[in-house]
């Protein structure tokens, strides 16, 4: 085996990977360099849950879920990934929303006609907010989308805007520059509720907007509900077999293009001579090198252990260990279940299980779960999340079961009043739970087993500092530019060929792979060959 790479790729996670087949398909000796046992980061499916009644176990997703973003990005066609054995299925209706009290559902499809006619079932006018809204936010992701497929500039955010007038007709309708830079840098609750009166309309939105991280009245947050725009114009989907498909086809597209995967095998230190990155060291002491290294772990795991600050001058270490990683972001448990959920909203409908359930009855319920989040405790009624992918991939599970996903927030990774996650971990699962049988009270006895997955549970297992998965808040100051520090930004660091491609950088987390396409686009200029983008 070679010790001497044209790329290191530290870390196997999504973005790692991207980076690594796009110089692989590129026609570079790549070697991806794997902590864990198994590949994918936390993009990953693992069998779980064998039993003599259940012999062949039950398919769990142990990080990402749903695929959204990925699909408004060329990834996926650009490695072939179906050649290697990646088959999406469509959610639709991508998401859902039991209304509590009522015999009634909204339903939100790929088609915005139809998400329209269910949104009229609780509110005419709202149905008519709902098509205007769209076509606003429509025009502005456009432009905000080719800038996330690129490195970010100083005056990307402001010059993007401006280039938009000129170009797809115009970011904003003659006469709505104003009114549509108010809505950019409003909060994304505001946004909802200057669109929408219906309470559920309202509180399904602003629910699916709080994936992204930060509270509903953060300021400067109303493109995350805006994006809503962008669903109806990829759709949702899920891997066939499990999330984690979408890292064992890039896998199988690296090696078949070259490329090598060693599992098992933590960086301990990243070389550096004269300023300068040449290779990497284990865990085991081995030492390996290339010409140039790309760390697809944290932030701060890469800067200030990886590379230490010894090597970073004082101003970037300080930097980077100021980043806002924040307190936590959510919990989840991993269901293997009897049967699916009967909401008592919509026991028998045909549609519910297709996409993403959203369990959050009302806003003053997630504020107060917000509420308890500031507190340092975990919420007493979570918010959650519902994912039944056995309804559309029956390959899961086995033929007389069903697999439920329930991911909750807000969960605190420090907490006070002297609790410890270890000490809690069943008492808040069945809390989440709870709210499920609540929803369905047909659940209370049909749980088979489950896999908890605490945010201090998260960090150990996914090396997600603090729990957040999205690595770094999801706040203005932390994005584009500023995305995880401007020194930063550009995937670039003040060490020489070594580079970032991880959800720490621009723009962001989410089964995206933007940050890993990025990244390869800058490593493979700097390589000064031809790339094939």
């Known amino acids: 085996m070679s010790n001497k790479y044209d790329v290191i790729v530290i870390g196997s996670g999504h973005n790692g990977l991207t980076s690594a087949c796009y110089l692989a398909k590129a026609g570079y000796r790549v070697l991806v360099l794997e902590r864990r046992d198994t590949i994918g980061g936390a993009v ?3 069998t779980m849950f064998k039993s003599s009644e259940y012999p062949e176990g039950f398919r769990m997703d142990v990080g990402s879920s749903a695929h959204f973003m990925i699909h408004q990005t060329p990834v996926v066609r650009d490695l072939e990934l179906e050649k290697y054995g990646l088959e999406y299925i469509e959610m639709d209706p991508f998401m859902s929303f039991p209304v509590p009290g009522e015999k009634k559902v909204i339903h939100f499809h790929r088609s915005v006609e139809k998400t329209c006619e269910s949104i009229a079932s609780v509110s005419e006018r709202d149905a008519r907010a709902y098509t205007k809204f769209i076509a606003f936010w429509k025009r502005i992701n456009k432009g905000v989308l080719k800038t996330f497929l690129v490195p970010p500039s100083t005056g990307s955010i402001v010059s993007e805007m401006a280039k938009g007038q000129f170009r797809d007709g115009g970011m904003f309708a003659k006469g709505d520059q104003i009114h549509g830079l108010q809505q950019i840098f409003s909060s994304y609750e505001q946004v909802v509720k200057k669109y929408f009166e219906n309470p559920h309309v309202r509180t399904a939105l602003i629910w699916m907007a709080a994936q992204s991280g930060p509270p509903p ?13 962008m669903l109806h114009e990829s759709g949702g989907k899920r891997p066939k077999g499990g999330s984690g498909m979408l890292t064992q086809a890039m896998a199988a597209m690296l090696r078949d293009n070259g490329g090598e995967i060693r599992a098992e095998a933590p960086v301990d230190k990243i070389l550096i001579s004269g300023k300068r990155a040449y290779g990497v060291k284990l865990a085991s002491g081995e030492e390996i090198q290339a010409r140039k290294i790309i760390s697809n772990a944290h932030v701060q795991t890469t800067m200030l252990h990886m590379v230490g600050a010894d090597q970073l001058p004082a101003e970037t270490v300080q930097n980077v260990a100021d980043i806002n990683v924040g307190n936590g972001f959510g919990m989840v448990i991993r269901c293997a279940v009897k049967e699916l959920p009967r909401y008592e909203s919509a026991p028998d409908d045909p549609l519910i299980h297709n996409g993403l359930q959203l369990l959050c009855p009302s806003l003053q319920y997630m504020n107060s779960a917000i509420g308890d989040y500031y507190k340092g405790l975990p919420p007493e009624k979570p918010a959650v999340l519902a994912m039944t992918f056995s309804k559309i991939d ?22 006070q009043n002297g609790l410890k996650w270890d000490d809690i971990r069943e008492q808040e699962a069945q809390k989440i739970y709870d709210v499920l049988t609540e929803y369905a009270p047909n659940m209370k006895d049909k749980l088979i087993d489950w896999y908890i997955q605490t945010p ?4 150990r297992k996914h090396g997600l500092l603090r729990g957040n998965v999205m690595h770094v808040e999801m706040t203005l100051d932390q994005m584009f530019m500023f995305r995880p520090v401007p020194e930063l930004s550009r995937y670039e660091t003040p060490i020489e060929h070594l580079y970032l491609s991880s959800a720490s950088c621009h723009p962001g987390g989410g089964v995206f792979a933007a940050a890993g396409h990025n990244a390869a686009k800058v490593v493979l200029k700097s390589l000064k060959k031809k790339s094939w983008f």
């Not at 009245?217 to 725009?229: C, K, L, R």
């Not at 201090?456 to 960090?459: H, M, Q």
């Open 44 to 46: 990953c499916t693992e």
């Open 217 to 229: 009245g953060q300021t400067a947050t109303g493109p995350f509900v805006g994006w809503q725009a």
């Open 394 to 415: 029956p390959s899961l599970c086995p033929e007389n079961a069903h697999t439920l996903f329930l991911w909750a927030q807000w969960h605190p990774y420090e907490l």
């Open 456 to 459: 201090l549970d998260i960090e």
